[in-house]
C-alpha cells in the first residue's frame, strides 16, 4: 500500500506537469506498454514513462510488480520520459505583447483619434488641479501651453479648485531683505528672490490673500504686492495720510478671485484707517469709526489680520475682544471676547470659517500651545486641541517666545528661548503637529529664527 501511495503522488505530479505545460500526444495502447517494459533490459527504464490508469485492475497489478522489483534493487528513480514534452506556454505579457501594435501606429492612433480632438476646456480642468511646482513645469513645455496658463479662462478655472495646503513666507532675523517659502507638502524651503523689492528699505511680508503677498517698508510708508512664484510686482501709489505708528493689515480678494481685484486695509491704535481698492488704484478713507467702538482701541499687533469672505478681523488687548470690518459695505463691528487665562502670544486664526485661537499657556513651570475655538452663541473661547506632552517637555522652566505665521487652516509656530529654536506646523482640520525641518539659508547659519511672515496659497494665475 506505501508504493501505491507513491505511486499515486507520482502520477498527481504527471498531471500537474501536463496542465501546465500542455496536454502531450495521446499514450500509445495500455497492451504496448507492458510488452515494452516487461522485456526491455533493466538500464532502460531510467529513460521511461510509466502512464498508469489506477481504476484498470490490470494495469495496477503490472505496474506494481514492475514498481517493487526496481525499488528492491534500488535503481528507481525520477526519470526523464522517451517522447519529446510539448513546447512551454508563452508567458501572459509575452503574448499580449505579441497582440500589441507597434509604438509607431499606437502614437498615431492616440494623436489622430483623442489628442486633437481634445476638449480646451477639459483640458483647462485637468491641468488646473495639478500641483503648482507641475504647472509651472507644464509651462515650460512650449509656447502654447505657458499661453494657456496666462489666459484668463485658466485663471477663472484655477479659482474654483479647492486650494491647497498655504505656503510660508519667512523672513528671518539674519536676512530681512530676502525671504524663504516653506511648503508643508513637500517640507522643504525655497530661497526665492523678489528683484522688485528695494534693496536699500527693509520691507516685511504683512498680509496675504489670493496668491499674493503685500509688504510694507519698516517705515510704513510704502506698500508693494506680489507674487512670489511669477515676480508679479505693483508698489501701491502714495497714501494721503501719514502714519508713523504701528499699524494692522488685513487683505481680501473680491469673489474669491485676483482677477477681480483686491482690496487692503490698514487700522492703526487710534482708529485711523484707509482701503486701497486694486480695481481704482487708489486709497480711500471710508470715514471715522462708528461711536458705538471705544477708542484707543489698544490692537494685538502680535496677532495678523484674519480674512473671512469679505471681512476682516483685529484682535485688540484692552478690553479683550475682537472688532472687524467688512471690505463690501464698509461696516464695522465689535465684539468683547475674554481670553483664556495665563496666555501669551496669542493670535487669530480660521479653520473652515470659524474664528480660532492659538497661543501660549503656562501654568508654573510647565508651557504648552493651546487651540481655541470661539462659541457664536456665548463668545467664549472653547479648547479644542493643545500640542502633545511629549513635544511640551522641550519648554519646561524655559521661558519661551512663540511667533505664529499665517492663519488659515495650517499654521507656523516659531518656538525659541536662549536654549532652543524649534518651528512647527500646525493642521488644524487634521489636528496634526509637525516640525518643520531646518532651513539651510545660502549664507548664514542653519537654524535661523524666524523674526515674521505670512502664509499664502501658491497660485500660477495670480497678478498684481
Keep these: 500500500m506505501e508504493c501505491l501511495a507513491m505511486l499515486r503522488q507520482f502520477i498527481g505530479q504527471v498531471q500537474e506537469l501536463w496542465e501546465l505545460y500542455g496536454f502531450p500526444p495521446p499514450p500509445p495502447p495500455l497492451h504496448h506498454y507492458h510488452h515494452h517494459h516487461l522485456q526491455t533490459p533493466q538500464h532502460q527504464y531510467q529513460h521511461s514513462w510509466c502512464l498508469l490508469d489506477l481504476d484498470n485492475s490490470s494495469v495496477r497489478d503490472g505496474c506494481y510488480d514492475l514498481v517493487m522489483k526496481e525499488r528492491k534493487s534500488g535503481n528507481f528513480k525520477m526519470v526523464q520520459p522517451l517522447m519529446s514534452l510539448p513546447p512551454a506556454k508563452k508567458p501572459r505579457k509575452e503574448r499580449y505583447r505579441d497582440k500589441m501594435p507597434e509604438p509607431a501606429s499606437l502614437t498615431e ?3 489622430h483619434r483623442i489628442w486633437k480632438e481634445f476638449p480646451e476646456d477639459l483640458f483647462e480642468a485637468v491641468i488646473a488641479r495639478l500641483p503648482v511646482a507641475t504647472i509651472f513645469r507644464f509651462r515650460s513645455v512650449c509656447r502654447k501651453w ?8 485658466f485663471s477663472r478655472r484655477y479659482s474654483e479648485v479647492p486650494k ?5 513666507y519667512t523672513i528671518t532675523h539674519e536676512h530681512e531683505n530676502s525671504g524663504a517659502i516653506f511648503d508643508p507638502s513637500t517640507k522643504k524651503w525655497q530661497h526665492p528672490s523678489i528683484s522688485n523689492l528695494p534693496e536699500k528699505v527693509i520691507s516685511l511680508p504683512v498680509a496675504s490673500a489670493g496668491g499674493l503677498v503685500c509688504f510694507l517698508d519698516i517705515g510704513h510708508k510704502n506698500f508693494f504686492v506680489c507674487n512670489p512664484l511669477t515676480q508679479s510686482f505693483k508698489e501701491l501709489p502714495a497714501r494721503p495720510v501719514s502714519v508713523w505708528s504701528r499699524i494692522a493689515v488685513g487683505m481680501t480678494v473680491n469673489r474669491n478671485s485676483t482677477t477681480e481685484g483686491y482690496k487692503i486695509l490698514w487700522l492703526g491704535s487710534d482708529g485711523e484707517h484707509e482701503v486701497y481698492d486694486s480695481g481704482k488704484n487708489t486709497w480711500t478713507k471710508p470715514g471715522g469709526m462708528p461711536s458705538s467702538i471705544k477708542l ?12 473671512i469672505d469679505s471681512s476682516l ?19 464695522w463691528k465689535q465684539y468683547a471676547v475674554p481670553a ?24 508654573n513651570a510647565a508651557t504648552c500651545v493651546c487651540i481655541w475655538e470661539l462659541q457664536k452663541m456665548t463668545l467664549l473661547w472653547k479648547e479644542v486641541d493643545r500640542m502633545p506632552n511629549f513635544m511640551c517637555l522641550e519648554f519646561y522652566g524655559k521661558h519661551i517666545k ?12 516659531s518656538l525659541r528661548s536662549r536654549q532652543m529654536n524649534r518651528v512647527v506646523t500646525y493642521d488644524f482640520s487634521k489636528r496634526e503637529w509637525e516640525k518643520v525641518p531646518p532651513c539651510i539659508l545660502p549664507c548664514g547659519r542653519k537654524r535661523p529664527w524666524i523674526a515674521c511672515g505670512t502664509a499664502f496659497h501658491p497660485s500660477p494665475t495670480a497678478s498684481a
Design 109 to 111: 492612433i492616440m494623436e
Design 146 to 153: 505657458n499661453l494657456l496658463v496666462d489666459s484668463p479662462s
Design 340 to 363: 483664556p487665562p495665563h496666555l501669551s502670544d496669542h493670535t487669530l486664526a480660521e479653520c473652515g470659517g470659524k474664528v480660532m485661537l492659538v497661543g501660549l499657556q503656562t501654568k
Design 164 to 168: 491647497e495646503k498655504p505656503w510660508f
Design 313 to 331: 478681523y483685529f484682535m485688540r488687548a484692552d478690553p479683550e475682544g475682537i472688532v472687524s470690518y467688512d471690505t463690501d459695505n464698509g461696516v
Design 402 to 413: 512663540m511667533t505664529c505665521l499665517g492663519n488659515k487652516g495650517v499654521i507656523m509656530l
Design 296 to 307: 484707543p482701541l489698544f490692537l494685538n499687533f502680535r496677532s495678523q489680520t484674519l480674512s
